[in-house]
């Protein structure tokens, strides 16, 4: 031991004054006075000048460390600033991209007379109430009664009103419109009211400019006198949709809602209101302006549209904002019941700031649940980095304590230091994560999502990165903190350390897992980390912590095998001859801390980089599955206009599809059996979400993630097929492209006419792509005369724009007749009541169609033409009214039906005939949810009733699924086959449309021009399966997850880099000197780069090896709980884990490349080191 | 204790006889770190010959050039100018890969520090040379147990450096240097890190593991006892060689191989 102590000066010396060349060495004997170390280190500025001095000498170490610091930090800080930039920036997306009629309130306030100031100002402060300062775009409307024009004599009524934009909505034709000014004119002088008025009344009246149009009170016969001096047409938008962010576009959404003409200006027999039975020609709005209200005018109703320009809005008021926004149609009904009677208040906006503000906090527990995440990482990191300072110093320490420096003395130092290194990586960090948070912000799917702003420095970021600071400061304390050693305890410790660390030894790392197990369990319990009560969302602490909880704690237990793993590396090649892999297994197996750290940061790093790819993947697959499962095939086409022939032509005519089809999409009301069904108005039944779509479209729909979420995919996919219908020509073709079909119409034969009674007849046609539709020939008197009746098949739809002409679609070629109902319903003169069987015919003959402008062409039956008369009753078979049908079909006669039925109380009610073509549907298969069938009470193979607007049909179970594409999760909902169904509602009678929407089968990288042509032609609104769920996934309020997710798997990346390099130059700055010592024996540099090389690729294989497992695993198990929908429920269809092994695979690459980054250190390192040098230092490292 | 026989054959005799060829031969060696004004010489035109079976001291100053000297014989450093012969390999000229084998085979080094991997145990830190020679097995433990009964340490074959004395980590540095049985051994202050006693008893064991190896060794120190052990003791100063002359006196094995357990821990 007096060796040792001998040695300490000069070791202690060189610590205070460490500068290492050469020369100075030499000269260097024991230092003259050195300062005595536990007085010194307590005066003035020595402590700052021994740091300082220490800084310079370890300054590469110091450095390491440093960046570790800074990284971190910025880390951490740059996720404050994505979590906080982003729900910024996204929140004012979202709110300029809402559509206004989302965002809009919408008041109606009843005057009756009352004066219109006290209302305006009402409103005008209630919106200021509501919205505070962000700006408010509103249209006002208010209108007068309706009241006739004098002179003529009730038979043709108007009204005033003025409405605010009105020269937007209309043109005018003549003059001009009224003004303010005007109108203060004439009400100071007694004068006419300068109105504007439709050009139909300035027709029908003769009117023009400067002629007098006078109306009068309907009670007090006060007439109003008005001077037109404009004339006016309307140009009603050719089409709603979405206003976007232009609040002058938003107001006119519904511009002409308000009006009582809906903007036409003009209607025919128009009913007067509380006169029932009156109708007249109505004309308006005769337009005046808004001041005519206020004292020659009596307002009748008022109407204030507001469209915040929430764009405008600060970020801190959305809460405030959102309060108010929810209690708003109530407060504003109060405020305003004082100058209206029953004010009405209509709004959507609390109902999208509580959307906006669930999405915001199921993307912030999705950042947050990254962010634990990564502070794990992190502070493993600064760990390994102060173990590693403090391994440095570890001898540097021993001795000063040994000089008689306290424990206190060297905290101070250390803390002096530290706070040093604290402060720097505090104020360096946030300006650093603001530059990361754009270098994110500039991917893609950031700017396409609107976020990539500048952010700034927000203070949240500051605060992150002054706690982060802190943390290092305490973590590079940590070392010292511990139990003071004597020098001898020390080297002993050194030469044998314990195989355990500390966590292993107080088995703080099982507790660790059982904690982490709770979590998890508690996480599988509520199956997400938010919590709901009271609808409100709020984060759970056990949760939220679940998977970094998880991470940590599985790393800890894979590092208990690392002493094992060692243990017997160590045995086994200390058996060899060879001096290579002992050296690398003795080094890791005897230095355990040290392989310890860095296989925990490895770990830790490759788990989270692993858990976050599998995350991402996870997430984004989900919402494709999510976007899938709510658009049910590639391009789904809805809020189309026409009738379905008309539809089924002009999707046909958008290219890029390779099938469409047309679906039946709509809430009908299901029942146990079709008996419940007519009892369905006293008892109630179950509205059902019926979605029947074309047996060709099944492989589609059972095609994909759809339906193969968590093994119900095999039970819908078993299922679809039985839903398919025979397939078999049904009825005639029409020759060529008909745009009319006429036919010869005789209900009855002379001299038996029924002269109550009426009977409508219908023609059901089919195009070659299954669309079926009826269109009616006419009602026809059971008189015996026969008719000639003809039915139009083109279609009228409005044209492309406002005033453009209507387009006139016709139907696809091929179109075939089908089917025949006729309906015989009582007359109005009918008084028949008693019970009696009648026998009435029906014949059509003549049946012709024309196509255009050309000539008729006569449809001729082929021979051996069928017809089947069904009665289309409401009810079971067996309790039907006995009718009996013959029809029959010859090439002249279309068709002859003998129908005999009883007239009675059936004669109160329509009783229908339906002459079809096909074999009988009778029960209509479906697959329905487990839902439905408990609400019905229903099992597989029962029946049960479907009943529509004004049929039903029977319905036979074939199977059951938990849920159905496109149909609300967990709700009752059927799916059937379009064929099957339609033909079933056509045997029963039903004469309305039977197709709601249209499904398109796009290869994927046409979808988007298939939508955008869709769009541009005006077909309808058409939704890409992909684009949706990339708008799910990409859609500014959730960005922020994927954004934390890529930073996550970015540092971890860069922790794993940095960690490793860390750890190995550290390590082998460390070892320099027994590098020396062993190169002195012999040992050639190759060898010691191939023993460094070889203990790294030990540490990087366990890393790895335990990293991707580890993150695997944690993707396998918390995946599924932490990826929410954006409202933070439950994905539908359930959550199916995606291991992206490509990238994980990059991800060990990138370990192996920083393998190679080490050995090629480690041969620098040999090279330039001279021996001599370094052993003349000896153990002063 | 007894004194364990090491027998060597192949190397002459050190006293004398015919005039065999030196064991080391250094001719104007020069080392200079740095340049310019900031130049520091620290070993300046240093010639001499040792012949082989010698033990030569190397005293001097602190910062006088020893520990350069040594380094420059041992191949750890290169001299700017001059040459260096190690049993007729000229050092100077010899490639990385041929200082290799030189220490490896020819060469071994005593420090003042030790130099032992602190992870080893004594025996494996004794075993590492004749790993690097890929000994079998049987005959690399063979060789560990008779070397450190031949220091003294058979009891603590499976301590570590940190759990032994000074004394004790200098007799295992020197059992792993005799591992391999080189031709030269040189040691750099080996007892500067020791108490006057311990170092004593160092140095007696260095005088008779020199003389029972048969081998040529050099050893810097300030320590007069060493310097009446060696054969020939070398002064340098400021990085020439002032003076060089024999020093009479033998030292028996008895004598040098007191126990370990003499030693303070």
Request: overall charge neutral; proline content about 6%.
């Given at each position: 031991?007096?060796?040792?102590?001998e040695?300490?000066?000069?070791?202690?010396?060189?610590?205070?004054?460490?500068?290492?060349?050469?020369?100075?060495?030499?000269?260097?004997?024991?230092?003259?006075?050195?300062?005595?170390?536990?007085?010194?280190?307590?005066?003035?500025?020595?402590?700052?000048?021994?740091?300082?001095?220490?800084?310079?000498?370890?300054?590469?170490?110091?450095?390491?460390?440093?960046?570790?610091?800074?990284?971190?930090?910025?880390?951490?800080?740059?996720?404050?600033?994505?979590?906080?930039?982003?729900?910024?920036?996204?929140?004012?997306?979202?709110?300029?991209?809402a559509?206004?009629?989302?965002?809009?309130?919408?008041?109606?306030?009843?005057?009756?007379?009352?004066?219109?100031?006290?209302a305006?100002?009402?409103?005008?402060?209630?919106?200021?109430?509501?919205?505070?300062?962000?700006?408010?775009?509103?249209?006002?409307?208010?209108?007068?009664?309706?009241?006739?024009?004098?002179?003529?004599?009730?038979?043709?009524?108007?009204?005033?009103?003025?409405?605010?934009?009105?020269?937007?909505?209309?043109?005018?034709?003549?003059?001009?419109?009224?003004?303010?000014?005007?109108?203060?004119?004439?009400?100071?002088?007694?004068?006419?009211?300068?109105?504007?008025?439709?050009?139909?009344?300035?027709?029908?009246?003769?009117?023009?400019?400067?002629?007098?149009?006078?109306?009068?009170?309907?009670?007090?016969?006060?007439?109003?006198?008005?001077?037109?001096?404009?004339?006016?047409?309307?140009?009603?938008?050719?089409?709603?949709?979405?206003a976007?962010?232009?609040?002058?576009?938003?107001?006119?959404?519904?511009?002409?809602?308000?009006?009582?003409?809906?903007?036409?200006?003009?209607?025919?027999?128009?009913?007067?209101?509380?006169?029932?039975?009156?109708?007249?020609?109505?004309?308006?709005?005769?337009?005046?302006?808004?001041?005519?209200?206020?004292?020659?005018?009596?307002?009748?109703?008022?109407?204030?549209?507001?469209?915040?320009?929430?764009?405008?809005l600060?970020?801190?008021?959305?809460?405030?904002?959102?309060?108010?926004?929810?209690?708003?149609?109530?407060?504003?009904?109060?405020?305003?019941?004082?100058?209206?009677?029953?004010?009405?208040?209509?709004?959507?906006?609390?109902?999208?700031?509580?959307r906006?503000?669930?999405?915001?906090?199921?993307?912030?527990?999705?950042?947050?649940?990254?962010?634990?995440?990564?502070?794990?990482?992190?502070?493993a990191?600064?760990?390994?980095?102060?173990?590693?300072?403090?391994?440095?110093?570890?001898?540097?320490?021993?001795?000063?304590?040994?000089?008689?420096?306290?424990?206190?003395?060297?905290?101070?130092?250390?803390?002096?230091?530290?706070?040093?290194?604290a402060?720097?990586?505090?104020l360096?960090?946030?300006?650093?994560?603001?530059?990361?948070?754009?270098?994110?912000?500039?991917?893609?799917?950031?700017?396409?999502?609107?976020?990539?702003?500048?952010?700034?420095?927000?203070?949240?970021?500051?605060?992150?990165?002054?706690?982060?600071?802190?943390?290092?400061?305490?973590?590079?304390?940590?070392?010292?903190?511990?139990?003071?050693?004597?020098?001898?305890?020390?080297?002993?410790?050194?030469?044998?350390?314990?195989?355990?660390?500390?966590?292993?030894?107080?088995?703080?790392?099982?507790?660790?897992?059982?904690?982490?197990?709770?979590?998890?369990?508690?996480?599988?319990?509520?199956?997400?980390?938010?919590?709901?009560?009271?609808?409100?969302?709020?984060?759970?602490?056990?949760?939220?912590?679940?998977?970094?909880?998880?991470?940590?704690?599985?790393?800890?237990?894979?590092?208990?095998?690392?002493?094992?793993?060692?243990?017997?590396?160590?045995?086994?090649?200390?058996?060899?001859r060879?001096?290579?892999?002992?050296?690398?297994?003795?080094?890791?197996?005897?230095?355990?801390?040290?392989?310890?750290?860095?296989?925990?940061?490895l770990?830790?790093?490759?788990?989270?980089?692993?858990?976050?790819?599998?995350?991402?993947?996870?997430?984004?697959?989900?919402?494709q599955?999510?976007?899938?499962?709510?658009i049910?095939?590639?391009?789904?086409?809805?809020?189309?206009?026409?009738?379905?022939?008309?539809?089924?032509?002009?999707?046909?005519?958008?290219?890029?599809?390779?099938?469409?089809?047309?679906?039946?999409?709509?809430?009908?009301?299901?029942?146990?059996?079709?008996?419940?069904?007519?009892?369905?108005?006293?008892?109630?039944?179950?509205?059902?979400?019926?979605?029947?779509?074309?047996?060709?479209?099944?492989?589609?729909?059972?095609?994909?993630?759809v339906?193969?979420?968590?093994?119900?995919?095999?039970?819908?996919?078993?299922?679809?097929?039985?839903?398919?219908?025979?397939?078999?020509?049904?009825?005639?073709?029409?020759?060529?492209?008909?745009?009319?079909?006429?036919?010869?119409?005789?209900?009855?034969?002379?001299?038996?006419?029924?002269?109550?009674?009426?009977?409508?007849?219908?023609?059901?046609?089919?195009?070659?792509?299954?669309?079926?539709?009826?269109?009616?020939?006419?009602?026809?008197?059971?008189?015996?005369?026969a008719?000639?009746?003809?039915?139009?098949?083109?279609?009228?739809?409005?044209?492309?724009g406002?005033?453009?002409?209507?387009?006139?679609?016709?139907?696809?070629?091929?179109?075939?007749?089908?089917?025949?109902?006729?309906?015989?319903?009582?007359?109005?003169?009918?008084?028949?009541?008693?019970?009696?069987?009648?026998?009435?015919?029906?014949?059509?003959?003549?049946?012709?169609?024309?196509?255009?402008?050309?000539?008729?062409?006569?449809?001729?039956?082929?021979?051996?033409?069928?017809?089947?008369?069904?009665?289309?009753?409401?009810?079971?078979?067996?309790?039907?009214?006995p009718?009996?049908?013959?029809?029959?079909?010859?090439?002249?006669?279309?068709?002859?039906?003998?129908?005999?039925?009883?007239i009675?109380?059936?004669?109160?009610?329509?009783?229908?005939?339906?002459f079809?073509?096909?074999?009988?549907?009778?029960?209509?298969?479906?697959?329905?949810?487990?839902?439905?069938?408990?609400?019905?009470?229903?099992?597989?193979?029962?029946t049960a009733?479907?009943?529509?607007?004004?049929s039903?049909?029977?319905?036979?179970?074939?199977?059951?699924?938990?849920?159905l594409?496109?149909?609300?999760?967990?709700?009752?909902?059927?799916?059937?086959?379009?064929?099957?169904?339609?033909?079933?509602?056509?045997?029963?009678?039903?004469?309305?449309?039977?197709?709601?929407?249209?499904?398109?089968?796009?290869?994927?990288?046409?979808?988007?021009?298939y939508?955008?042509?869709?769009?541009?032609?005006?077909?309808?609104?058409?939704?890409?399966?992909?684009?949706?769920?990339?708008?799910?996934?990409?859609?500014?309020?959730?960005?922020?997850?994927?954004?934390?997710?890529?930073?996550?798997?970015?540092?971890?990346?860069?922790?794993?880099?940095?960690?490793?390099?860390?750890?190995?130059?550290?390590?082998?700055?460390?070892?320099?000197?027994?590098?020396?010592?062993?190169?002195?024996?012999?040992?050639?540099?190759?060898?010691?780069?191939?023993?460094?090389?070889?203990?790294?690729?030990?540490?990087?294989?366990?890393?790895?090896?335990f990293?991707?497992?580890?993150?695997?695993?944690?993707?396998?198990?918390?995946?599924?709980?932490?990826?929410?929908?954006?409202?933070?429920?439950?994905?539908?269809p359930?959550?199916?884990?995606?291991?992206?092994?490509?990238?994980?695979?990059?991800?060990?690459?990138?370990?192996c490349?920083?393998?190679a980054?080490?050995?090629?250190v480690?041969?620098?390192?040999?090279?330039?080191?001279?021996?001599?040098?370094?052993?003349?230092?000896?153990?002063?490292? | 204790?007894?004194?364990?026989?090491i027998t060597?054959?192949?190397?002459?005799?050190?006293?004398?006889?015919?005039?065999?060829?030196?064991?080391?031969?250094?001719?104007?060696?020069?080392?200079?770190?740095?340049?310019?004004?900031?130049?520091?010489?620290?070993?300046?035109?240093?010639s001499?010959?040792?012949a082989?079976?010698?033990?030569?001291?190397?005293?001097g100053?602190?910062?006088?050039?020893?520990?350069?000297?040594?380094?420059?014989?041992?191949?750890?450093?290169?001299?700017?100018?001059?040459?260096?012969?190690?049993?007729?390999?000229?050092?100077?000229?010899l490639?990385?890969?041929?200082?290799?084998?030189?220490?490896r085979?020819?060469?071994?080094?005593v420090?003042?520090?030790?130099?032992?991997?602190?992870v080893?145990?004594?025996?494996?830190?004794?075993?590492?040379?004749?790993?690097?020679?890929?000994?079998?097995?049987a005959?690399?433990?063979?060789?560990?147990?008779?070397?450190?009964?031949?220091?003294?340490?058979?009891?603590?074959?499976?301590?570590?450096?940190?759990?032994?004395?000074?004394?004790?980590?200098?007799?295992?540095?020197?059992?792993?240097?005799?591992?391999?049985?080189?031709?030269?051994?040189?040691?750099?202050?080996?007892?500067?890190a020791?108490?006057?006693?311990?170092?004593?008893s160092?140095?007696?064991?260095?005088?008779?593991?020199?003389?029972?190896?048969?081998?040529?060794?050099?050893?810097?120190?300030?320590?007069?006892?060493?310097?009446?052990?060696?054969?020939?003791?070398?002064?340098?100063?400021?990085?020439?060689?002032?003076?060089?002359?024999?020093?009479?006196?033998?030292?028996?094995?008895?004598?040098?191989?007191?126990?370990?357990?003499?030693?303070?821990?």
């Amino acid at each position: 031991m007096s060796g040792i102590k001998e040695s300490v000066p000069k070791r202690f010396d060189r610590v205070l004054d460490h500068r290492e060349t050469p020369d100075r060495r030499h000269r260097a004997g024991p230092a003259p006075g050195a300062p005595q170390v536990s007085s010194n280190l307590d005066e003035g500025v020595f402590p700052l000048r021994t740091v300082m001095k220490r800084a310079r000498a370890q300054a590469s170490i110091l450095a390491v460390v440093t960046l570790v610091a800074l990284f971190s930090c910025t880390l951490l800080s740059g996720l404050a600033v994505l979590a906080t930039a982003s729900e910024r920036f996204a929140v004012t997306e979202a709110l300029t991209e809402a559509p206004a009629s989302s965002t809009e309130v919408c008041i109606g306030l009843n005057l009756w007379g009352e004066p219109l100031g006290p209302a305006d100002t009402a409103v005008r402060d209630g919106l200021t109430g509501l919205f505070g300062s962000v700006p408010v775009r509103t249209t006002r409307q208010v209108a007068s009664e309706v009241e006739p024009v004098r002179g003529t004599n009730l038979e043709r009524l108007m009204y005033y009103g003025a409405y605010d934009g009105m020269a937007t909505q209309a043109r005018l034709v003549k003059g001009r419109w009224p003004t303010a000014a005007a109108t203060a004119r004439a009400a100071a002088g007694g004068g006419r009211i300068p109105v504007a008025v439709p050009r139909q009344l300035a027709k029908h009246l003769h009117l023009d400019v400067g002629d007098t149009l006078t109306s009068e009170d309907v009670e007090s016969n006060e007439p109003t006198r008005g001077v037109v001096v404009g004339v006016y047409t309307t140009t009603p938008a050719a089409a709603t949709g979405t206003a976007g962010t232009d609040p002058d576009a938003a107001t006119q959404q519904g511009f002409w809602d308000f009006d009582t003409l809906s903007g036409t200006g003009h209607a025919e027999d128009w009913p007067v209101p509380g006169l029932p039975g009156l109708s007249a020609d109505a004309y308006g709005p005769v337009v005046v302006d808004r001041s005519a209200f206020t004292e020659l005018i009596l307002p009748t109703e008022a109407q204030t549209r507001a469209v915040p320009d929430l764009a405008r809005l600060p970020h801190d008021q959305l809460g405030t904002l959102l309060e108010r926004a929810r209690a708003a149609e109530k407060s504003l009904s109060i405020e305003l019941d004082s100058v209206s009677t029953s004010p009405q208040v209509v709004t959507s906006l609390g109902d999208t700031l509580d959307r906006i503000n669930r999405y915001l906090f199921v993307t912030r527990s999705g950042v947050v649940v990254t962010a634990l995440l990564l502070l794990v990482l992190s502070t493993a990191a600064l760990l390994l980095a102060a173990r590693l300072l403090a391994e440095r110093r570890t001898t540097e320490q021993a001795l000063m304590r040994a000089r008689g420096a306290s424990g206190r003395q060297l905290l101070r130092l250390a803390a002096l230091e530290g706070a040093i290194l604290a402060v720097g990586t505090a104020l360096a960090a946030p300006p650093l994560a603001r530059l990361l948070y754009l270098v994110i912000a500039g991917r893609p799917a950031f700017a396409a999502a609107g976020l990539d702003h500048d952010p700034g420095v927000p203070g949240v970021a500051r605060v992150v990165a002054a706690a982060t600071s802190v943390l290092f400061l305490l973590v590079l304390l940590t070392p010292l903190l511990r139990r003071s050693t004597t020098f001898v305890e020390h080297e002993q410790e050194r030469s044998r350390q314990d195989r355990r660390g500390l966590l292993q030894r107080s088995g703080l790392d099982l507790a660790l897992v059982v904690l982490a197990g709770v979590a998890y369990w508690q996480l599988r319990t509520y199956h997400s980390p938010l919590l709901a009560a009271d609808g409100e969302l709020r984060l759970d602490p056990v949760l939220v912590t679940g998977p970094a909880l998880c991470l940590l704690a599985g790393a800890l237990l894979a590092m208990r095998f690392v002493p094992l793993l060692s243990r017997l590396a160590e045995r086994t090649a200390a058996r060899g001859r060879a001096v290579v892999l002992p050296l690398a297994a003795w080094e890791i197996g005897r230095r355990p801390a040290r392989a310890t750290g860095a296989v925990l940061l490895l770990t830790l790093a490759l788990s989270s980089g692993t858990f976050g790819l599998s995350y991402l993947a996870t997430w984004r697959a989900s919402q494709q599955d999510q976007a899938d499962f709510t658009i049910g095939t590639d391009v789904r086409i809805q809020q189309l206009t026409g009738s379905a022939l008309g539809q089924s032509r002009a999707v046909s005519a958008v290219p890029g599809a390779t099938t469409v089809t047309p679906v039946l999409n709509r809430t009908v009301i299901g029942t146990g059996s079709v008996q419940d069904l007519q009892d369905y108005y006293q008892d109630g039944g179950t509205p059902v979400q019926l979605v029947a779509v074309d047996a060709d479209a099944l492989p589609e729909v059972a095609r994909g993630r759809v339906v193969e979420a968590g093994g119900e995919s095999a039970e819908l996919s078993r299922a679809l097929p039985k839903l398919r219908t025979t397939a078999e020509d049904r009825g005639v073709t029409l020759p060529g492209t008909p745009t009319r079909v006429s036919a010869r119409i005789r209900v009855g034969k002379p001299p038996k006419a029924l002269e109550d009674v009426d009977v409508i007849v219908r023609l059901a046609f089919e195009d070659p792509q299954g669309v079926r539709e009826v269109r009616e020939l006419g009602v026809f008197p059971a008189d015996g005369r026969a008719r000639t009746a003809s039915a139009d098949l083109v279609d009228a739809v409005p044209g492309n724009g406002p005033g453009a002409k209507p387009r006139r679609i016709r139907p696809l070629p091929g179109l075939r007749l089908v089917g025949v109902q006729a309906t015989w319903v009582p007359s109005q003169q009918s008084t028949r009541i008693d019970d009696t069987r009648i026998t009435n015919t029906l014949r059509i003959d003549r049946l012709e169609v024309r196509e255009g402008d050309g000539p008729r062409t006569k449809v001729t039956l082929p021979k051996g033409f069928r017809w089947k008369g069904i009665p289309a009753l409401f009810g079971p078979a067996d309790e039907a009214p006995p009718v009996d049908i013959a029809a029959t079909a010859t090439t002249a006669t279309a068709l002859d039906a003998r129908i005999s039925l009883p007239i009675g109380p059936y004669v109160l009610q329509p009783l229908g005939i339906s002459f079809t073509t096909w074999t009988t549907v009778g029960e209509v298969p479906v697959v329905v949810t487990d839902s439905l069938l408990s609400s019905l009470g229903v099992a597989v193979g029962d029946t049960a009733a479907l009943g529509f607007a004004a049929s039903a049909v029977p319905v036979r179970i074939v199977a059951t699924v938990p849920y159905l594409p496109t149909t609300e999760p967990a709700s009752p909902a059927a799916f059937a086959d379009h064929t099957a169904l339609s033909l079933a509602l056509l045997e029963r009678g039903e004469a309305g449309w039977l197709v709601d929407e249209w499904w398109a089968a796009v290869p994927e990288d046409r979808a988007d021009d298939y939508v955008a042509a869709i769009g541009s032609g005006q077909v309808g609104i058409a939704t890409a399966r992909l684009a949706y769920g990339r708008e799910l996934a990409e859609q500014p309020l959730r960005i922020g997850i994927q954004g934390a997710l890529w930073l996550m798997v970015a540092a971890a990346a860069a922790f794993a880099a940095a960690g490793f390099a860390m750890h190995a130059t550290v390590a082998i700055r460390l070892r320099r000197v027994e590098f020396s010592q062993l190169r002195a024996l012999g040992v050639s540099r190759r060898a010691l780069t191939t023993v460094v090389a070889a203990e790294n690729l030990l540490l990087c294989g366990l890393g790895v090896l335990f990293g991707v497992a580890l993150g695997a695993l944690l993707g396998w198990l918390v995946g599924p709980l932490v990826a929410l929908t954006a409202e933070g429920s439950t994905p539908v269809p359930g959550v199916i884990v995606h291991l992206p092994w490509q990238q994980i695979g990059l991800l060990a690459l990138e370990v192996c490349a920083l393998l190679a980054v080490v050995v090629f250190v480690v041969t620098r390192v040999l090279r330039r080191s001279v021996l001599g040098s370094v052993l003349r230092l000896g153990d002063e490292r | 204790m007894t004194t364990p026989a090491i027998t060597r054959t192949g190397r002459g005799d050190p006293a004398g006889g015919r005039a065999a060829p030196p064991a080391v031969l250094v001719e104007g060696v020069s080392r200079t770190y740095g340049s310019g004004a900031r130049a520091v010489h620290a070993v300046r035109d240093v010639s001499f010959s040792v012949a082989p079976g010698q033990l030569v001291a190397l005293v001097g100053r602190s910062g006088s050039g020893k520990t350069t000297l040594l380094n420059c014989i041992g191949g750890l450093d290169r001299p700017d100018a001059g040459r260096v012969v190690v049993s007729d390999r000229v050092v100077t000229e010899l490639s990385e890969k041929g200082l290799v084998a030189l220490r490896r085979d020819v060469v071994a080094f005593v420090f003042q520090t030790f130099g032992l991997v602190p992870v080893l145990s004594a025996a494996e830190n004794v075993g590492l040379p004749l790993r690097l020679r890929r000994a079998r097995t049987a005959e690399r433990e063979a060789r560990v147990e008779l070397l450190l009964a031949l220091v003294g340490l058979s009891d603590h074959a499976r301590q570590r450096p940190g759990e032994l004395s000074g004394g004790q980590q200098q007799r295992v540095a020197i059992a792993r240097a005799l591992a391999n049985s080189p031709r030269l051994l040189i040691a750099d202050e080996p007892t500067g890190a020791l108490d006057s006693e311990t170092g004593q008893s160092i140095m007696r064991l260095l005088r008779a593991v020199v003389r029972s190896e048969g081998m040529t060794a050099i050893v810097s120190t300030h320590d007069p006892v060493m310097m009446e052990l060696a054969d020939r003791v070398l002064h340098l100063s400021d990085g020439r060689l002032v003076e060089g002359h024999p020093v009479g006196g033998s030292v028996t094995g008895d004598s040098v191989l007191e126990s370990p357990a003499d030693e303070r821990p």
